[in-house]
T-cell receptor, first 112, second 115 residues
Framework: GENVEQHPSTLSVQEGDSAVIKCTYS??????FPWYKQELGKGPQLIID?????GEKKDQRIAVTLNKTAKHFSLHITETQPEDSAVYFC???????????FGTGTRLKVLA | DTGVSQNPRHKITKRGQNVTFRCDPI?????LYWYRQTLGQGPEFLTY????????KSRLLSDRFSAERPKGSFSTLEIQRTEQGDSAMYLC?????????????FGPGTRLTVL
């Protein structure tokens, strides 16, 4: 069935360094890939998304890249700050299916 | 606040009791989703509404679970005869309905603990 794998499960970086989280999806029909940030006790918050008609999208310190051939997509956070510490989830969705398939999450810790 | 709201935020109940959660979506959104999230996992899809019609249900949604969206606005999720395995965060999301796939915006969730 549909599956999204996410790595690493935990990631610690020094403040100011970059962080990269990678996801792989199984359904070749997937064409929409959102990323969510979830803080303790809160719901997931959309931080960036990408559709399959582009290979990269950037929003200030956050960027997402997509490799459709390899069925990989990645989140890049530059100049990390302590407030970036949270759990990050990738997801994939296909046309007409409505539901998102989520990865298992990456706990990012930014050390001051 | 124009985001998705959920009530209650926390619910503690004893095994065998019934519980009901409410979700109020973003006002102009006609799609509404319920997901379940257990500790250390990503959200898992439960069910989806287009206006008042429930169009898809996951096999995770056993007969003890029922969801409604009677007027195409707020939605309720009821769990009957709760079991300890039902303990989880129940998330609601809403979306505009276009483009396809569209962007889902999540509420803060209801954390259920079944004793």
């Amino acid at each position: 069935g549909e599956n999204v794998e996410q790595h690493p499960s935990t990631l610690s970086v020094q403040e100011g360094d970059s962080a990269v989280i990678k996801c792989t999806y199984s359904d070749s029909a997937s064409n929409y890939f959102p990323w969510y940030k979830q803080e303790l006790g809160k719901g997931p918050q959309l931080i960036i998304d990408i559709r399959s008609n582009v290979g990269e999208k950037k929003d200030q310190r956050i960027a997402v890249t997509l490799n459709k051939t390899a069925k990989h997509f990645s989140l890049h956070i530059t100049e990390t700050q302590p407030e970036d510490s949270a759990v990050y989830f990738c997801a994939a969705s296909s046309p007409g299916t409505y539901k998102y398939i989520f990865g298992t999450g990456t706990r990012l810790k930014v050390l001051a | 606040d124009t985001g998705v709201s959920q009530n209650p935020r926390h619910k503690i109940t004893k095994r065998g009791q019934n519980v009901t959660f409410r979700c109020d979506p973003i006002s102009e959104h006609n799609r509404l989703y319920w997901y379940r999230q257990t500790l250390g996992q990503g959200p898992e899809f439960l069910t989806y509404f287009q206006n008042e019609a429930q169009l898809e249900k996951s096999r995770l949604l056993s007969d003890r679970f029922s969801a409604e969206r009677p007027k195409g606005s707020f939605s309720t999720l009821e769990i009957q005869r709760t079991e300890q395995g039902d303990s989880a965060m129940y998330l609601c999301a809403s979306s505009l309905g276009y483009p396809d796939p569209d962007t889902q915006y999540f509420g803060p969730g209801t954390r259920l603990t079944v004793l």
